[in-house]
Every structure is written in C-alpha cells, then in structure tokens.
C-alpha cells in the first residue's frame, strides 16, 4: 500500500531553514504528480507546493514563493522541500501527498504519513 514516511521538521527562527524529506513506496512514485501540504494550528489543509511526475514542472502556493524549493529524486523515490527564510506563519505540520491520477495534476491527492511539525519562532 502507498507509505509516505516525512522527516525533516524541528524548531528553527524566523529567517532561518529546514529542509524536509518523504520517503515514498508502495506505488510508482515517477509517474505521479507530488505534493506537499500543510496545517495551520486550528486550520485546514493547504496545498504548498506541487511538482510534476519528473521533476520538470513545479508550482508554489503566493505565500512561499521565493523562499521554498520543492524537489524529487525518482531513483530513490524520495520527495524534498526546501525551506528558507521561515517565518512564523510557515508554522504547521507538513505532509507530503500523491496525485490520485497517473502523471496527472489533478489537485485532488492522498496523504497517509504522520507528518513532521515545523515550529518557527523565536
């Protein structure tokens, strides 16, 4: 079955950078459109970051363009997200998530992991 292990999380200061990293397995990790998303304490799930099933095409949301780098490497079915000059509101439980289509970007995804908290403050 799909597993989507995420790590990488921690507590860091505003200005500062985390990188995070999924594991994925259980599916043909090339040939999907990824994701990550996050939640805000006391809000819903947020689509951050997208990238395309090779790696060619990538989209932010406004709020963390210029500042966060998504990436993948298909050999070792591994997702990234790199993130710099963090600031308070980046603050949230982040998740890497699939398209539920075959090399589409349909918006519509699973999620399964825990999730890795990012904490940004002072």
């Known amino acids: 079955q799909v597993q989507l292990v995420e790590s990488g999380g921690g507590l860091v200061q505003p200005g500062g950078s985390l990188r995070l990293s999924c594991a994925a397995s259980?599916?043909?990790?090339?040939?999907?459109?990824m994701y990550w998303v996050r939640q805000a304490p006391g809000k819903g799930l947020e689509r951050v970051s997208d990238i395309s099933s090779g790696g060619g095409n990538t989209y932010y949301t406004d709020s963390v363009k210029g500042r966060f780098t998504i990436s993948r490497d298909n050999a070792k079915n591994a997702l990234y997200l790199q993130m710099n000059s963090l600031k308070a509101e980046d603050t949230g439980v982040y998740y890497c998530?699939?398209?539920?289509?075959?090399?589409?970007?349909?918006?519509?995804?699973?999620?399964g992991g825990q999730g890795t908290q990012v904490t940004v403050s002072s």
């Open positions: 998530a699939k398209d539920t289509y075959l090399f589409k970007r349909s918006g519509n995804y699973v999620y």
């Open positions: 259980g599916f043909a990790f090339s040939t999907y459109w």
